[in-house]
């Protein structure tokens, strides 16, 4: 045995539950070996904001001394595994603490294993994550994402299906064995034991190079010197709206450049322009103020600022003129308007493949027996 770490990564309130679950859980089982283990959330008070990526980790050790050094950095950035409990975060994470957009496999070590729940195929998943240097492992846990909220717990077995498979792929973190005595502690849970031994057995691991996955450059800073820091805390205006060519006439807001609020999103609004009547409601509405105005007085969503939080398809009151869709459904952030102006009929075809038979994604708790309804159609 050694020292290792586990990062986990999830929808900020909606999985918060689920992945302090999932990190006692290790801590837990490690106690059954004798082992030292802590197990903490990135932030201390409460910007897990709803869908915002956050982040927990657990760390386990031989003895005190081991995890004390290990833990005096800021937070682990050579972790064995990442666990990644909503597939579309593997688009890459920008978290409320800001510091960037950062790619799923950032703090991942060379050689660890990237787990994430999804019903996807892998080869679906690495055209979502970014290339990294050091070749890692990708594994999935087949399984829609499990959303619940921060006072209601879905308890579908992701957590201790999601331990069996860190078992499988990190043994010298822990061992399977000690998963199901933390599991079965104080008392026997037969089902949520054989749902942990059934993903142990189950799940299998592609090694991933360095010339796989997506290839786009994530923005990277440097902090300024204390010789360049200038005298007093400094906050840059940004300007009331953006010259965008071919926009003349329209209004498109000035938004920070490097600031992107897609990372948030498990949907995205997706905009009939042919049953839209110019109503307003939709941009005056949104609380992101992502929705630009065209230069024929439409209102294009901005894929880079919207967060997908819903807001426009309820208030919109022309019958699915806009849909929220799955988000695994779309590989980039293109203007819906200049899709449907440069070619109105290939964009109502676009607009149909994408509003057909998507997964349905909820953030929650609606009404009694939800759960137990979605359960039974969990993939097992």
């Not at 990442?82 to 994470?93: E, F, P, R, S, Y």
């Not at 942990?196 to 299998?204: F, L, P, Y």
């Amino acid at each position: 045995m050694s020292t290792g770490s586990v990062e986990v990564v999830y929808r900020g309130i909606f999985q918060k539950t689920l992945a302090k679950n999932i990190c006692r859980g290790i801590v837990f089982a490690a106690r059954k070996e004798g082992r030292i283990g802590i197990a903490f959330g990135r932030y201390g008070d409460s910007p897990e904001r709803n869908g915002i990526p956050a982040k927990q980790f657990a760390v386990v050790a031989d003895t005190e001394e081991e995890l004390e050094e290990y833990l005096s950095r800021y937070e682990p950035d050579n972790n064995d595994v990442t666990i990644v409990t909503d597939d579309t975060l593997c688009k890459g994470i920008e978290s409320w603490a800001w510091y960037g957009l950062q790619p799923i496999n950032k703090l991942l070590k060379e050689g660890g294993t990237l787990l994430v729940t999804s019903t996807r195929s892998t080869e679906s998943l690495i055209g979502d994550i970014h290339r990294k240097e050091e070749p890692y492992n990708l594994a999935t846990v087949k399984s829609s994402a499990s959303f619940s909220g921060l006072w209601v717990y879905k308890d579908d077995h992701t957590d201790v299906r999601l331990l069996g498979a860190l078992a499988r792929v990190a043994p010298h973190i822990i061992s399977l064995d000690s998963i199901v005595a933390a599991i079965n502690e104080p008392k026997k849970n037969a089902a949520k034991e054989a749902s942990a031994r059934k993903a142990h057995d189950q799940i299998a691991s592609t090694a991933i190079g360095p010339d796989n996955g997506n290839d786009a450059v994530p923005f990277k800073f440097e902090l300024p010197g204390w010789k360049k820091m200038e005298e007093c805390l400094v906050i840059r205006g940004v300007g009331a709206r953006q010259q965008v060519p071919g926009w003349e006439g329209g209004h498109v807001p000035a938004r920070n450049p490097t600031f992107k609020k897609f990372t948030t999103r498990t949907m995205r609004p997706v905009i009939n322009f042919d049953t839209c009547t110019k109503c307003t409601i939709c941009w005056l509405q949104c609380p992101d103020t992502c929705f630009d105005i065209t230069p024929d007085g439409y209102y294009d969503a901005n894929m880079e600022a919207c967060c997908g939080c819903g807001i426009c398809e309820a208030v919109c009151p022309v019958d699915k003129c806009i849909t929220m869709v799955n988000e695994e459904a779309f590989r980039d952030h293109r203007s819906q308007w200049e899709m449907w102006h440069k070619d109105k009929q290939a964009y109502a075809a676009w607009l149909s493949e994408k509003t057909a038979d998507q997964p349905a994604r909820s953030h929650g708790f609606h009404h009694p027996g939800q759960y137990a309804e979605e359960i039974a159609n969990e993939p097992r």
